[in-house]
């Protein structure tokens, strides 16, 4: 075969593989915001670690939560079971895994009941309520829970943080703890990531943002670790780590304006003070409050109380609303199988608590929603168009609210004064019974996921 022939074969191939996208339709204009959004002038997205919904509400009352007769089989085909059961707020002492394979391996082709000996622990069946957690129970309470809001990704935090900025993750399926392995991950010989971000659509808008990270010093004697590695103890607002995947962007790092946006959560007690709370902002913790086993909870718990008093407390809770959830099922058990909406997703549900004077007052939403869901309101609130199609065909969350309700009033809840810090100097993963396999080192020191 000729050299003209080979090249149309090839051509012929090609278009073959590309037909389908070069047919797909045009992005739809922006629509009008739906009736009443323009109410809300600024968004929080409040991004805590490692829950899935039936570990922290699996009793609330009304939602659903586990059921009775639930019992998981400590082996594949087991009679030998492990009940639910309320664990302690100490426990786990050891994160419990949630890469890829053992996430997968816990859900079962859908059955969701694997998770035991996915990962090797009976800790995975345990849950908290609200002696443990009372200020998330009352915020729940008294404004709007949602039940079937599922993590965007079948796996552990990188990715799910991905789909909080961008409603793709590039197509990564194995965890990685650096800018460079991630761009190895996505075979991507950029310097950055080339896909688009919310970033792109603010920009082009003139959308104020912020993206807050909660900052922890040094302590004296501490060696700083390389600029390209994540480092959730001391995280550095303007360096990539998988809670806070913007600086890897292009767009972002290479765009001195948007890097100026990347500040410590400091910066957000400025802002409403000041009167510059941005419209959208997102908000994640450093470690110790993030709520990651083995975090402390009731610490993680006190860190959200005090950003949500803040805003309650200022002048922006009128027109303000907080979207308060957690990146990913962390390794524990939730009974409800995701929906299938592509190869990647969706995860195990995660709670969400909506908090804002319109949100419909102790209520529990049935409908579903993914972290897409949070990044498609916010496109409708203010006409940015869309990124890709998960958040062109997410839920809109629009159902949890009544902007025609009389306001919501705040609910501060008083922080107790002598609260102490603790910092963890160690970390351990417990031992799945499924291989973790991937290219990057999976050892304690980065078990932050």
Known sequence: MGWYAKCSVGVFVLALFFWPLLMLPAPAAPKAPPPGTGKIDHVIWIIQENHSFDNYFGTFPGADGIPPSTCLPKLPGSRACVKPFHMPITQPACDLSHFWNA??????????????????????????????????????????????????????ST??????????????????????????????????????????????????????????????????????????????PKE???????????????????????????????????????SVSWITPAFRDSEHPPAPIDQGMWYVTRVV?????????????????????????????????????????????????????GYISHTTHDFCSVLKF????????????????????????????????????AVPAHLKERDLKDTCMSQSSVPLVGPFDHSPNHTHN
């Open 309 to 361: 008093n803040a805003l309650m407390q200022s002048p922006y809770w009128k027109n303000s609303v907080i979207f308060l959830t957690w990146d990913d099922y962390g390794g524990f058990y939730d009974h409800v199988q995701p929906p299938v909406v592509d190869s990647l997703g969706y995860g195990p549900r995660v709670p969400m608590i909506v908090i804002s004077p319109y949100a419909k007052q």
């Open 240 to 278: 990539f780590r998988a809670w806070n995947p913007l600086p890897g962007f292009k767009e972002v790092r290479t765009n001195p304006a948007s890097m100026a946006r990347l500040v410590p959560l400091t910066q957000y007690y400025k802002d409403l003070k000041g009167g510059t709370l941005p």
């Open 378 to 413: 916010i496109e409708e609130r203010w006409g940015l168009g869309h990124l890709t199609a998960r958040d062109d065909q997410a839920d809109d969350m629009h159902e949890v609210f009544d902007f025609g309700q009389p306001p919501n009033a705040p609910t501060v809840i």
């Open 103 to 156: 996430a997968h391996a816990a859900y079962d082709n859908g059955r969701m009941d694997g998770f035991v000996w996915a990962e090797g622990s009976p800790n995975t069946m345990g849950y908290y309520d609200d002696r443990d957690i009372p200020n998330y129970w009352t915020y729940a309470r008294r404004y709007t829970l949602c039940d079937r809001f599922f993590s965007s990704f079948l796996g552990p």
């Open 159 to 236: 990715q799910n943080h991905f789909y909080t900025v961008a409603a793709q993750d590039g197509g990564m399926i194995l965890m990685c703890w650096t800018l460079k392995q991630c761009r190895e991950l996505l075979d991507d010989h950029d310097d950055y990531f080339s896909f688009a971000s919310m970033v792109k659509l603010f920009n082009e808008t003139h959308l104020s943002w912020k993206y807050y990270s909660e900052t922890v010093p040094y302590a004296p004697g501490q060696v700083r670790k390389p600029t390209d590695n994540s480092d959730n103890s001391h995280p550095d």
